[in-house]
């Protein structure tokens, strides 16, 4: 059975990079049906997607947040990470990763979500 | 790039159907066929319901179903039942990212 694991700090300065590791078990990472992603959900508030990496390294981001986004993957690991850069108040969230069909809209596992709170 | 736009809430009684829209535009829901519905109960990771516009995952109930007419796809659920209480959320394709809807909380009276 896969499963998918966020880790990192919970609590992040202001004007600070968020940076966040998602770990997978139970499979491979380097497969070529899957995309692995980040999705984010401020308290409250509705699902925001971040953005996604294949196992080779290609990434797509939300337009709005890709200036301050880097996902990268770490196929020894079978880990995928995602770093945030300036963040404010806003980036308050619950942070999802998630795994992705190549090719379809079906997005299968997901991690259970870690709150990351932006405060000084 | 805009949400997609979802009612903020709709409701039903047990064993009647309803309807969630999610409206997008000729960019994303209008373009692909890669909508998908998700599913979350409070404290809980997302679950996803459809995917493709009108697949259902293994384990999915077929009382969920999912259809798209132009710009706009719909979320049908047919004989309500208590534990669908939850907050759904659309999801469309748009190029080269994937954009949400701002979610709809269902009631089931």
């Known amino acids: 059975q896969l499963q998918l694991q966020e880790s990192g700090p919970g609590l992040v300065k202001p004007s600070e990079t968020l940076s966040l590791t998602c770990t997978v078990s139970?499979?491979?990472?380097?497969?070529?049906?899957?995309?692995w992603g980040w999705i984010r959900q401020p308290p409250g508030k509705g699902l925001e997607w971040i953005g996604n990496?294949?196992?080779?390294?290609?990434?797509y981001y939300n337009p709005s947040l890709k200036s301050r986004v880097t996902i990268s993957v770490d196929t020894s690991e079978n880990q995928f990470s995602l770093k945030l850069s300036s963040v404010t108040a806003a980036d308050t969230a619950v942070y999802y990763c998630a795994r992705q069909y190549s090719g379809s809209s079906l997005t299968d596992y997901w991690g259970q979500g870690t709150l990351i709170t932006v405060s000084s | 790039q805009s949400a997609l736009t979802q009612p903020r809430s709709v409701s039903g009684s047990p064993g009647q159907s309803v309807s969630i829209s999610c409206t997008g535009t000729?960019?994303?829901?209008?373009?692909?066929?890669?909508v998908s519905w998700y599913q979350q109960h409070p404290g809980k990771a997302p679950k996803t319901m459809i995917y493709d516009v009108s697949k259902r995952p293994s384990g999915v109930p077929d009382r969920f179903s999912g259809s798209k007419s132009g710009n706009t796809a719909s979320l049908t659920i047919s004989g309500l039942q208590a534990e669908d209480e939850a907050d759904y959320y659309c999801c469309s394709f748009a190029g080269t990212f994937w954009v949400f809807g701002g979610g709809t909380k269902l009631t089931v009276l």
């Open positions: 139970g499979g491979s990472i380097s497969s070529s049906s899957y995309y």
């Open positions: 990496i294949y196992y080779s390294g290609t990434s």
């Open positions: 000729s960019s994303d829901v209008g373009s692909y066929n890669y």
